[in-house]
């Protein structure tokens, strides 16, 4: 069986000082869960996260990085210099990133390669834009993405890959997919993972939803058949908030 994988991502949130009070916190109230719990913080806050983190649950993750290695890339982050302080984990291709900072299904694909060429376990988000969805194209946009951030990494790899399905008309407003329709369009992703790569492959891959989660929706949510948890904006921003979700 799959297990849940619950990861805030704080975006452009939280300074260092509010990070190391909110970690103290929140990682006394998960102590006790099964599921995977993953903060994902901004550059700044990664090496106060990883110092209070140490000796608990809680993983910390980034919300981007660079596909190149190292070189004349002024402002950026390579995946070397993640793994290098201890990050595990790096938001692959978030829609705020696609939308505002022109990341394409290619530079996607480039950043889950070298993600894993440094050991960092992707998190790759999916999801239509409300006019896709009135269209009725969301299931070709979220299959075609999936496919195109996956290609030519290998079955163990595609194994190791968390997807997060976040439908864009869903992000920061309040309206959340309904717990079966966001389940249906999971299925579609693991279906397509399941043609190009197997159904041992597809029956391992996590695959989270995100799009207003909150500890009010996230049990219906999660107890569906192929949410694998979720990924949490807004609401991983207050640790008692953000506890009750992993605790749900
Ligand atoms: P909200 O939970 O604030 O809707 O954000 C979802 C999200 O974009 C997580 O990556």
């Known amino acids: 069986m799959r297990k849940k994988v619950i990861a805030g991502n704080w ?8 990070t190391i009070e909110y970690i103290e916190n929140f990682s006394k109230l998960v102590k006790d869960t099964k599921n995977e719990v993953i903060l994902c913080v901004p550059y700044t806050d990664l090496f106060y996260a990883l110092m209070s983190a ?3 649950n809680v993983k910390i993750g980034a919300q981007n990085m660079h596909f190149e290695e190292k070189g004349a890339y002024t402002g950026e982050v390579s995946a070397q210099m993640l793994k290098a302080i201890g990050v ?8 705020e990133r696609r939308q505002y900072f022109n990341e394409t299904d290619e530079t996607v694909n480039k ?7 440094n050991e960092l376990k992707p998190i790759v988000c999916v999801g239509e834009t409300l006019e896709q969805r ?3 194209e969301t299931e070709k946009i979220i299959t075609t993405q999936t496919k195109l951030a996956l290609e030519g ?3 163990e790899q595609v194994k190791n890959v ?7 008309w869903a992000i920061g407003t309040g309206k959340t997919a309904t717990s079966e329709d966001a389940n249906n369009s999971i299925k579609a992703i693991r279906n397509e993972i399941k043609n190009i790569y197997g159904e041992d492959v597809s029956e391992n891959v996590i695959i989270q939803y995100g799009g207003s989660v909150k500890s009010s929706n996230a049990k219906e949510l999660f107890e569906t058949s192929d949410i694998d ?17 992993v605790n749900v």
């Open 111 to 117: 950043k889950v390669k070298a993600a894993f060429e």
């Open 153 to 155: 990494l290998t079955n």
């Open 229 to 245: 948890g979720g990924l949490v904006g807004g609401a991983s921003l207050k640790s008692d908030e953000f506890a009750k979700i």
């Open 162 to 168: 968390i997807i997060a399905y976040e439908p864009i």
């Open 54 to 56: 140490q000796d608990t």
């Open 134 to 136: 009135e269209a009725g």
């Open 11 to 18: 975006k452009m949130n939280m300074l260092p000082n509010e």
């Open 88 to 95: 595990e984990y790096v938001i692959i291709g978030h829609s």
